[in-house]
């Protein structure tokens, strides 16, 4: 019955729980072997009872290793220095090796003080009460007990390095993201606000009225352009896309191409698209069409420009060709860069060039559904 089924562990809970079951084992596994059996035969009741204190201390420090890292590696290594001064363990730093592998991993540099610390510590402690009393037993206690700690060590801080090159791509990936979308957003629009201008300005012998219609335009799309930059803004902060919605991309094309039209820039469109394309190529597409649109009106101003974008069931296709002079052999800036981008991110390719019968050229290919790109 719904009302007494027990509600399923969340993903959290149940690393958890993981983790503290490997930690469980791993005390038992030391406790047991290294720690109970000498603490238990020791002859004098008070180290037995200060053997099986630290003992408990121990376990539960293992139990908790990833709370408080450092100071409970620091009290494990003294507890187990204590105990082996005291000759009621035989554990060689593998209690201390266990607890300092996570410090290692957040915090490389703390730990490699602290393993240099506890090393010193311990060869003092080692070399002061000659346990065992073998001088050969003696030089092994001392090879393992910084070995085991030094592994740990070792292990931790590769671990951590990784996790945090993760991170900062992670970061770097992000800043490119937000770059793009505030190059495509701004760049568009300043594009096309600058280029109404001018057909405001060029008009020949306008009066008032028409000035002030045409300013009046340029308000209009002002204010929409803030509102995109707002919107943006607000999709960035709570990480989510402002993709158009699923069946919406023909709709949003078809005003991206009435609104460059406005600008004054002769465009045909053929919009075809399949309605299973998803959120993701879908964001990508707009991204496309806007940023060719956009360099039209910059770099072919007055020059008529094609539209085509079509899909066949498994992909989609991308057109977009001005009747400029052309891009003459500069190179790529910012916008088709971030085309590019945009494209591999959901497995697509994006390539440009100088159309043979005169003009620029943007053809782009992406699948329907988002594709995890894995290249480099």
């Known amino acids: 019955m719904p009302g007494s089924a027990l509600a399923a562990p969340s993903p959290h809970e149940s690393s958890a729980l993981v983790r503290w079951s490997v930690n469980a084992v791993a005390a038992v596994v030391v406790l047991g072997v290294f720690w109970l059996p000498p603490a238990m035969g020791a002859d004098d009741p008070w180290h037995r009872a200060v053997g099986l204190a630290l003992a408990a201390f121990v376990g539960v420090a293992m139990l908790v290793r990833e709370r408080l890292p450092t100071l409970v590696v620091a009290g494990v290594g003294l507890a187990t220095l204590g105990a082996m001064a005291l000759g009621v363990t035989e554990d060689f730093m593998l209690a201390v090796a266990w607890c300092l592998y996570p410090l290692a991993v957040r915090r490389a540099a703390s730990a490699r003080r602290l393993v240099i610390g506890l090393v010193a510590v311990l ?212 916008g088709l860069t971030g085309m590019r981008e945009r494209a591999a991110l959901v497995g697509g390719t994006v390539d440009w060039a100088d159309h043979p019968a005169g003009g620029f050229e943007v053809l782009a290919r992406l699948p329907t559904t988002h594709q995890v790109s894995t290249s480099g």
């Open 123 to 334: 060869l003092v402690v080692v070399a002061v009460s000659g346990v065992p009393d073998d001088s050969r037993q003696v030089a092994q206690w001392m090879v393992l007990s910084v070995a085991a700690p030094g592994v740990a060590w070792l292990l931790g801080t590769a671990v951590g390095r990784r996790i945090e090159a993760a991170a900062e791509a992670a970061r770097v990936a992000a800043r490119l993201e937000v770059a793009r979308e505030v190059h495509d957003v701004v760049g568009h629009a300043l594009g096309l606000l600058g280029a109404e201008a001018g057909v405001a300005r060029s008009l020949p012998d306008a009066d008032e009225d028409e000035l002030r219609e045409a300013l009046a335009d340029i308000e209009v799309r002002a204010r929409g352009t803030l509102e995109e930059v707002q919107g943006l803004v607000g999709a960035l902060r709570t990480s989510s896309s402002d993709a158009p919605d699923q069946g919406g991309l023909a709709s949003r094309l078809q005003e991206l191409v009435a609104r460059t039209r406005g600008a004054g820039v002769h465009v045909e469109a053929l919009i075809e698209v399949d309605e299973r394309v998803d959120e993701a190529t879908s964001l990508v597409v707009f991204r496309i069409v806007q940023e060719a649109l956009a360099n039209t009106v910059r770099h072919a101003p007055g020059a008529p420009c094609t539209v085509v974008v079509g899909s066949d069931g498994s992909h989609v296709s991308v057109r977009v060709r001005d009747r400029g002079p052309g891009a003459g052999g500069t190179e790529p800036g910012f």
